[in-house]
């Protein structure tokens, strides 16, 4: 096209905004409406995504070492359980260690625990604490703990990593399940509003069609129009979704500090340009599709 072309192209585009001001309204805050609930239906999956991840890599395997085992043999023992499938790392915990946990654990009460500081009378063991690189890991490490020498018990409960990975699980099929269904239900509903403003102007198309103007001249404005519809739509439910997690964040983390949550950046710049791609798409999409039945007069 020459530039006077989509001169008038834009300032058509822009024009049929203007003229359609309240079906214009409607359709950018439908668009913002379905896309912001989309949005929060994605920062929930993703933060459940992420919680189910961090409780995953917090598993870990205690493995208890044989009391006739020497001291002086450790760290050749951490060496090799790190070289273990699926070790993350190991790190030896000292009877007494574990002794001043326990009375911490025990607070104003730790005195129960007084006269236990004696080697002779501390009934807790040394150990190693092995972390995972993953929870799947659990068994197959247990078990090759429980072959080497200078360990003498391994505790894991295997019923409660396979309980969590069953969890986790459930929560990452069905966030992405949420997701697809809502992102599928807003396009349909952002297409059909957008149709809706099609079909109010479809006397203006069947006029540009007789007086023998071609059908990209006639499509390019309302492919623009719906393009703008869609991003101004996005704009909104993007800044929305941004002002929203940004409170929701403080407030849990002031409230909650110790839950997993993930920092606002750059999540919420993806999400935005996440937002605003798809609102272009589907505004353009549905406004093309839509006026295509009408360029048959």
């Not at 995504?49 to 450790?74: K, P």
């Not at 006269?115 to 092995?130: A, K």
């Not at 492919?223 to 993007?238: D, R, T």
Request: hydrophobic fraction near 55%; charged fraction near 20%; charge should be negative.
């Amino acid at each position: 096209m020459r530039a006077n072309a989509w001169g008038y192209v834009f300032g058509e585009a822009l024009r049929g905004l203007w003229r359609n001001g309240f079906m214009s309204l409607a359709s950018i805050s439908t668009v913002a409406i379905c896309l912001a609930v989309l949005a929060i239906i994605l920062l929930v999956a993703v933060n459940l995504q992420y919680m189910a991840s961090f409780v995953e890599s917090q598993v870990e395997i205690v493995a208890f070492v044989d009391s006739s085992h020497d001291r002086a043999g450790v760290p050749a023992l951490t060496e090799r359980i790190e070289a273990l499938p699926g070790v993350a790392q190991a790190t030896f915990v000292t009877r007494e260690a574990a002794l001043e946990r326990l009375k911490e654990q025990f607070g104003e009460h730790r005195d129960l625990l007084a006269g236990l500081e004696d080697p002779e009378t501390n009934p807790l063991r040394d150990s190693f604490e092995v972390r995972l690189a993953g929870a799947e890991y659990a068994r197959s490490v247990a078990a090759e703990l429980e072959r080497l020498e200078g360990i003498a018990e391994v505790n894991h409960r295997q019923d409660v990593v396979d309980r969590l990975l069953a969890i986790t699980a459930a929560v990452r099929a069905g966030g992405l399940g949420l997701v697809a269904l809502l992102a599928g239900a807003t396009v349909f509903i952002i297409s059909n509003t957008i149709r809706l403003t099609v079909f109010a102007r479809r006397h203006q198309v069947g006029i540009m069609k007789l007086v023998g103007a071609t059908d990209g001249f006639i499509r390019w404005p309302f492919f623009l129009e719906g393009l703008m519809l869609g991003v101004l739509g996005a704009a909104v439910a993007g800044g929305a979704a941004w002002m929203g997690y940004d409170l929701v964040v403080e407030t849990l983390s002031a409230a909650i500090p110790f839950l997993p949550i993930l920092e606002q950046r750059p999540l919420l710049l993806n999400l935005m340009q996440l937002l605003l791609a798809l609102g272009a798409v589907i505004g353009a999409v549905g406004s093309t599709v839509s006026v295509r039945r009408f360029l048959r007069v």
